[in-house]
T-cell receptor, first 115, second 109 residues
Framework: DPKIIQKPKYLVAVTGSEKILICEQY?????MYWYRQSAKKPLEFMFS???????DNQTASSRFQPQSSKKNHLDLQITALKPDDSATYFC??????????????FGPGTRLLVL | GQQVQQSPTSLVLQEGENAELQCNFS?????MQWFYQRPGGSLISVFY???GTKQSGRLTSTTVIKERRSSLHISSSQITDSGTYLC???????????FGKGTSLVVHP
């Protein structure tokens, strides 16, 4: 059974619309992360959360808002979508927020295409 | 300029050959991580190695802070090692990793 679930697997959106990417982990971890990978850029760290609180934020735009309704959930809301937002978004989790020290486990990703 | 540079960009090997992947960085280092991305896209943490040498099976990572480089050595490569290897460095106290563009490894039978 998959331990980190990301939904949907594929998502097509219209420019200017809003979407929510879902991430749930069943590893009992306390830290969760979001990363983005596009064809034009290397993998990018976006956010880290620990015990449902924001720890680090590398995303300049406020259009990207993480939402944590439960400890094992970290959704990503994206508003006013732009074609440049097209990318694969990976969710990850780790036992604690030791930063790089903690082994991170990644979800399968949500591939977003903005037209 | 780019903080993290990986070389080579791509590497093609015959099964059984060794691979040496390099990661050079231009900023101060707090931590260095290596990740493996399967051809299908899934990601796996491989090493956390801020300094010195660490080994796990056929994989060995060496980070030399003074020389601002980290390497990943794969011995006796296997077809299943094919994929992209990413290094990521963190500088400063926060966890905000900067990733390299990766080395694409293809191992042929």
């Amino acid at each position: 059974d998959p331990k980190i679930i990301q939904k949907p697997k594929y998502l097509v959106a219209v420019t200017g619309s809003e979407k929510i990417l879902i991430c749930e982990q069943y590893l009992g971890h306390n830290a969760m992360y979001w990363y983005r990978q596009s064809a034009k850029k290397p993998l990018e760290f976006m956010f880290s959360y620990s015990y449902q609180k924001l720890m680090d934020n590398q995303t300049a735009s406020s259009r990207f808002q993480p939402q944590s309704s439960k400890k094992n959930h970290l959704d990503l809301q994206i508003t006013a979508l732009k074609p440049d937002d097209s990318a694969t978004y990976f969710c990850a989790s780790s036992q604690e927020t030791g930063g790089a020290r903690d082994t991170q486990y990644f979800g399968p990703g949500t591939r977003l295409l903005v037209l | 300029g780019q903080q993290v540079q990986q070389s080579p960009t791509s590497l093609v090997l015959q099964e059984g050959e060794n691979a040496e992947l390099q990661c050079n960085f231009s900023t101060s280092l707090n931590s260095m991580q290596w990740f493996y991305q399967r051809p299908g896209g899934s990601l796996i943490s491989v090493f956390y190695n801020p300094s010195g040498t660490k080994q796990s099976g056929r994989l060995t990572s060496t980070t030399v802070i003074k020389e601002r480089r980290s390497s990943l050595h794969i011995s006796s490569s296997q077809i299943t090692d094919s994929g992209t290897y990413l290094c990521a460095l963190t500088s400063g106290g926060n966890y905000k990793p900067t990733f390299g563009k990766g080395t694409s490894l293809v191992v042929h039978p």
